[in-house]
């Protein structure tokens, strides 16, 4: 049986997104993720863009609320923002809380490559340590 990790960040556009698209396609033989946020708006299309450079299509998915989850278990949910785990949502519900902090891309300067470069960076990053976290963990 799989077990399932929600990633929370704010806005729910990049990061969550990414990491998302990423465990799904790494690691969907083990877990199902899933992602949300305290304000839902729309993935980027930068996000969708580099998952796509991997081979990953995320451009099926959506920006999600927290409250589109109520009543689900997960057994992981790991919080994602950069700044603090405090400023991302919290999630109640009795599970493990983890935070993983990585800088939001979409706050990057300068030109369309500058930019898409930090939004390969933070990928690749993710990818890193979200596959050796969730494998190193998972036999727990």
Partial sequence: MK????????????RSQMAEGLVNHFLGDRWEACSAGTEATRVNPRATRAMAELGIDISGQHSKNLAEFDGQSFDRVITLCGD???TCPLFVGGVRREH???TDPSRTAGTEEEIMAE???????????LTTHLTGDSHE
Avoid: I, S
Wanted: charged residues 35%.
């Fill in 119 to 129: 939004f390969r960076r933070v990928r690749d990053e993710m990818r890193e340590k």
């Fill in 100 to 102: 993983l902090g990585f």
């Fill in 3 to 14: 077990q399932r990790v929600l990633f929370l960040c704010t806005h729910n556009a990049n």
């Fill in 84 to 86: 603090a785990a405090e």
